[in-house]
């Protein structure tokens, strides 16, 4: 279970049958009424994956998509070439240069201790322009954390994929739950099946806010009406 997870390293390839792009189009859609009501301009995402929010925020922003996988990075950089594509690791990165807004959206769940939350905040706040916006989605807060099992998949002419995610809380005691994968690839007549366990982090809604507040943002948490209970809380700050 240590590295990267194998969604974004060897299948990183598969990602537009996994979660298309389509599919992020009224999370995409709230995050820009969002941005707009602050006037924000430029926008850093850290954690951009295969840029399919970036796909609907570059139609009235101008993004700037940063991740630590080099396979994603290609992968978001077929859909979104005229993009600038930077890889880094959202606890580390430094760029010298800020930005009205800092988005981090369903890859901050990779931060699994207080310690990576506040460095990825730090990095969030290190980018933002004073008074700039940070927008932070992460699946769930401890408060709305349920197991779940969900089943997806699409197909794009002889290829396929077919997936189970299978979320669990092995010691609700610690700030880390299970998010396992268990996928079915089909290309032609070929089936394999590749299990991806992934560790991520669940923190109670205060920590969130509290580790916010602490690297220098006015933070509160806002409701996605977007998500339909899927992904419904998110934080929200802007840079003291
Ligand atoms: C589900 S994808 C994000 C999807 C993206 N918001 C989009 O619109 O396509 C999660 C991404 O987080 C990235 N990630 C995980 N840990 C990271 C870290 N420490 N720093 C930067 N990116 C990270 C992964 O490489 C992956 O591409």
Not at 19 to 36: H, I, M, R, V
Not at 136 to 164: L, N, Q, S
Request: charged share 30%.
């Amino acid at each position: 279970m240590k590295g990267q997870p194998k969604l974004y390293g060897e299948l990183a390839g598969w990602w537009q049958l996994i979660s298309p792009t389509e599919d992020y189009a009224d999370e995409a859609a709230f995050f820009a009424e969002f941005f707009l009501a602050e006037n924000v301009e430029t926008i850093l995402e850290l954690g951009s994956g295969g840029g399919n929010v970036a796909w609907f925020l570059k139609r009235n922003f101008s993004p700037t998509l940063a991740d630590i996988s080099a396979g994603m990075l290609a992968q978001s950089k077929k859909q979104n070439p005229e993009l600038e594509h930077i890889e880094g690791d959202m606890r580390t990165l430094r760029l010298g240069r800020t930005f009205d807004g800092v988005l981090i959206h369903d890859a901050i769940m990779y931060m699994t201790t207080e310690e990576d939350l506040r460095a990825a905040f730090a990095t969030a706040h290190e980018h933002c322009k004073p008074g700039g916006t940070v927008v932070i989605v992460p699946d769930f807060v401890a408060e709305t954390f349920v197991p779940e099992t969900t089943h997806e998949g699409t197909d794009d002419g002889g290829r396929g994929v077919r997936y189970m995610e299978w979320t669990w809380d092995p010691d609700p005691d610690d700030t880390q739950v299970n998010y396992e994968f268990i996928l079915a690839l089909k290309e032609g007549d070929d089936l394999r099946t590749v299990v991806d366990r992934q560790i991520v982090g669940v923190f109670a809604r205060a920590t969130w806010l509290r580790l916010l507040r602490d690297v220098g943002f006015e933070a509160r948490s806002v409701l996605d009406s977007s998500s339909e209970g899927e992904r419904s809380e998110v934080f929200v700050g802007r840079k003291r």
